[in-house]
């Protein structure tokens, strides 16, 4: 049957007319002829799909891509068939797998995928009116039953692809998962409030993160953060993708938005700090950082950010209050207290400036040293606190114990430090 049709395409006649030029009769009836004879190879191709779905899908291409395909572009019944032989050839592979046979993963889920794309352009010309402006539609409840049937397919293919490293193909199964949920054909399912939904958009939102294509990025995204699992990481891939397309004021308004939905993360507010100060903002900072303050006096994260905005702006004995404050809310808070010992060994080597070029005495020297000393010993405990809560951080700790350490003369401690300062 494959090989009669493969033939059956020499016996259409070539006719190839120019856009716009009025056809002869005789061109008229070759047209005539070439489209009887595409619609009679697709018949042929659908009566072949149930024993060879591979052979049926091979004997279309002349319907898709031949000389005269233009003909039946608009024939809901081309995309119909052609739909059906890629399900065939989808469900011998799905078989296999099933079977435990080595089956073609890459080809059932592209399959997949292209199905949807195929009964979607069917469903469209199938409810295009006539020339009487009637609609008779004739696949609606065949592409209903498909559609349905493989939707959890595209989700699969979207995590075998992502898996493979196959970022696009992978987005643009997670994708048409996510869309099809919306097709009007389906609604009846109540798909739009499945809870996949939300985990396929957080990872189409991730491959457009590895492929850097902050557009594919932003397409889902706003589904993305209803994943409870993932928000806070898909609000983040949100803000950066702003930035990234240079829409400002959004991404400063998810900054904001994020920066108090999620006190812990650094990435928002400092991504706000450091904006307000490349811009000269300085006084938009302040305001912002009050703001927060008055919507939540006891939210360390917006006490703790006046403290960051003093230390920046070197009024270091503004910091100290404002971090102490935070402290005073939460006694762990982290960066509180790598800030605040960071303010006295600042304070300790700004004294140790001022009086560099100073000529001193023995006594003045003495004096200096209980100075210095006091600095390093207010930040001592703290240093060491952060130790003790945060072994594994050693960025927050580790130089300025070290530095303790070494100004205070505790050689012991100072020889337990080296062990741990990364090697040159």
């Excluded at 800030?339 to 004096?367: F, G, H, I, P």
Aim: proline residues 3%; glycine residues 4%.
């Amino acid at each position: 049957m494959i090989k009669k049709l493969l033939l059956s395409v020499t016996l259409i006649l070539a006719v190839s007319v120019a856009f716009g030029q009025q056809l002869s009769k005789e061109e008229l009836k070759a047209q005539k002829k070439n489209k009887k004879a595409l619609m009679g190879l697709i018949s042929d191709a659908e009566k072949a799909i149930l024993d060879d779905p591979a052979g049926a899908l091979n004997a279309l291409q002349p319907a898709l891509t031949g000389e005269h395909s233009a003909l039946v572009a608009n024939e809901p019944y081309l995309w119909y068939v052609l739909a059906s032989a890629k399900l065939g050839v989808m469900q011998q592979e799905q078989l296999k797998m099933q079977e435990g046979q080595p089956c073609n993963e890459t080809l059932m889920y592209k399959y997949c995928y292209e199905i949807f794309q195929d009964l979607s352009r069917c469903d469209e010309l199938d409810k295009t009116p006539d020339a009487k402006g009637r609609v008779k539609p004739k696949y609606s409840e065949q592409i209903k039953k498909v559609l349905y049937e493989n939707r959890n397919n595209l989700f699969n293919g979207g995590a075998y692809f992502y898996n493979e490293e196959d970022f696009t193909m992978a987005y643009n199964q997670f994708d048409t998962f996510i869309k099809s949920a919306s097709y009007p054909s389906l609604a009846e399912f109540g798909l739009a409030e499945n809870e996949f939904n939300n985990i396929a958009a957080y990872y189409s939102a991730l491959c457009g993160m590895r492929l850097e294509d902050y557009k594919m990025v932003l397409s889902n995204i706003d589904i993305a953060v209803k994943d409870s699992a993932n928000a806070e990481s898909a609000y983040q891939f949100k803000a950066d993708a702003q930035l990234h397309v240079g829409d400002t004021v959004a991404w400063l308004n998810t900054l904001k938005q994020c920066s108090v939905m999620y006190p812990a993360n650094v990435y928002f507010y400092q991504s706000l700090i450091q904006y307000y100060d490349n811009n000269n903002k300085r006084d938009e900072l302040i305001a912002y950082a009050d703001e927060m303050i008055a919507s939540d006096p006891n939210n360390p994260l917006f006490v703790y950010v006046k403290g960051y905005i003093a230390q920046q702006g070197e009024q270091l004995e503004e910091a100290i209050v404002w971090y102490k404050k935070t402290l005073e809310i939460d006694p762990n808070y982290e960066n509180a207290l790598g800030n605040l010992a960071l303010c006295y060994v600042q304070q300790a080597q700004a004294y140790s400036n001022s009086q560099s070029t100073k000529k001193v005495d023995r006594e003045q020297m003495k004096k200096d040293k209980e100075i210095l000393d006091g600095y390093f010993k207010q930040a001592l405990p703290l240093y060491e606190k952060l130790r003790s809560i945060a072994p594994d951080k050693t960025n927050l700790w580790l130089n300025g114990l070290f530095q303790c350490y070494y100004n205070l003369n505790m050689e012991d401690k100072v020889k337990e430090m080296e062990k741990l300062l990364p090697q040159e």
